[in-house]
């Protein structure tokens, strides 16, 4: 399975379109958003400056842009070109081909979340204390599971040519109702209480957490646990079903 992540992490590494989109993407995002604020002004119905708030936002949106984005369209890809059917003859047991997918691709958004954070400190002044970065970057990184799994569930529900605009409805809709683009506290009430069960907002909510040296609400935590448990369970069902038929 080792050998099997570093081939997936080399061919990540060597798609610039992706290393772009995952890694340069999101920063230059944060810096549109908000390069010209106040780096004083706070977002409405919180405690945090608009810098500080749009920093784990983005950090969360490029980690959620490279497991979600990468995995799906790979491994369906993979699944129409036989390379699945091919690793199914190794000793590599079934788990551990989605386990390999997972790990790739949260080791392959790792950059992105640093990326951000680096930016943010250096163009727009946010600071936090020392252990506050380690534990950000660590959560950001953590959190980015849940929809490493819900890329592999994609990536065994929809043919090579229906998962990308499956994957980018998924993806836009998980972002901007989220919160990932802007506060949600800046939404209708009704859409606010929509927000709060998606699993992108108790995602950023994590990071914004450590940013106010408190402990996450129980409920984000819960939504990411429930959240994780169905993607990684869906995956394995798919996986299942795929070769059988197979």
Known sequence: MNSLIKLELTRVLRNRKFLFFSVIYPSLLFLIIAGNTDSTAKVPGSDLTLPAYMMVSMASFGALTAVLMGNSE?????????????????????????????????????PSVVVVLAVAAAVKGVRLDAWQWPALTAVIWAGSLVFAALGVALGYLATGDAVRPLTMIIYFALSLLGGLWMPTTTFPGWLQDIARWLPTHAYAAL????????????????????????????????????????
Do not use: C, M, N
């Open 74 to 110: 790979r491994i369906a890809r993979e699944r129409e070109g036989g390379w699945v059917r091919q690793l199914r003859l190794t000793p590599l047991p079934g788990r551990g081909y989605v386990l390999a997918k997972t790990a790739s691709a949260a080791v392959a958004g790792l």
């Open 207 to 246: 990071g914004q957490a450590v940013e106010q040296s408190r402990a996450p609400h129980p409920r984000d935590l819960a939504v990411l646990v429930v959240s994780f448990a169905l993607f990684a369970g869906g995956a394995a069902w798919l996986y299942r079903k795929d070769t059988l038929k197979a």
